[in-house]
């Protein structure tokens, strides 16, 4: 079974602090995936990586970097974290076009 | 640039009863459709997926759904539902030109009354 990991199910942070949200999958999948998840309106893609040290725009990069140093790695890094980036975040990883996503289980980020 | 809307945010149905949800898509060309299910706490596991061919595609835990290209719609049914179907349901569309990347409606919030 495709295993995607996240760090932390819960966080709290203050506004202005680094916050790292670290995912890990073990299926050798080329593509990662952040997404936030707000309710009514679904998931919002981050950013997403194609490859090692490879990154692209999402719909809704603003306040956020990512960071793909190993293939099993994918890390999203809120440089100064404010409240409204209190959310859902989700993970996910695919192989090759058209593959399914599989999803990690959340970190729920609340940000005071 | 695709997109997908979820008419309903909210749907509340008797166990055993039938469900329908709705999904319409909107990509100019075919695209690769999901459902993925959220119950609470968790995340999100893949139902059923059609790229192509046949129109009904069955998924896991006795759902289906049925791609209608004239109707740009993807929804998903169950003939009964069970007090455990209760959960947030996801549509999402893949463009064929567009990598890996999925597009997903707002969810729908099914609850199961016993």
């Known amino acids: 079974d495709v295993k995607v990991t996240q760090s932390s199910r819960y966080l709290v942070k203050r506004t202005g602090e680094k916050v790292f949200l670290e995912c890990v999958q073990d299926?050798?999948?080329?593509?990662m995936f952040w997404y936030r998840q707000d309710p009514g309106l679904g998931l919002r893609l981050i950013y997403f990586?194609?490859?090692?040290?490879?990154?692209e725009k999402g719909d809704i990069p603003e306040g956020y970097s990512v960071s793909r140093e190993k293939k099993e790695r994918f890390s999203l890094i809120l440089e100064s974290a404010s409240t409204n980036q209190t959310s859902m975040y989700l993970c996910?990883?695919?192989?090759?076009?058209?593959?399914?996503?599989?999803f990690g289980p959340g970190t729920r980020l609340t940000v005071l | 640039a695709q997109s997908v809307t979820q008419p309903d945010i909210h749907i509340t149905v008797s166990e055993g009863a039938s469900l329908e949800l709705r999904c319409n898509y909107s990509?100019?060309?075919?695209?690769?459709l999901f459902w993925y299910v959220q119950s609470p706490g968790q995340g999100l596991q893949l139902l059923l997926k059609?790229?192509?061919?046949?129109?009904l595609v069955q998924g896991i835990k006795g759902f289906e759904a049925e791609f209608k290209r004239s109707q740009s719609s993807f929804n998903l049914r169950k003939p009964s539902v069970h007090w455990s179907d209760a959960a947030e349901y996801f549509c999402?569309?893949?463009?064929?030109?567009?990598?890996?990347?999925?597009?997903f409606g707002g969810g729908t919030r099914l609850m199961v009354k016993p």
């Open positions: 059609y790229f192509s061919g046949d129109t």
């Open positions: 996910a990883s695919t192989g090759g076009w058209g593959d399914t996503q599989y």
């Open positions: 990586s194609y490859d090692v040290k490879m990154k």
């Open positions: 990509y100019g060309a075919t695209p690769y």
């Open positions: 999402a569309v893949g463009a064929t030109n567009a990598g890996n990347m999925l597009t």
């Open positions: 299926m050798d999948h080329e593509n």
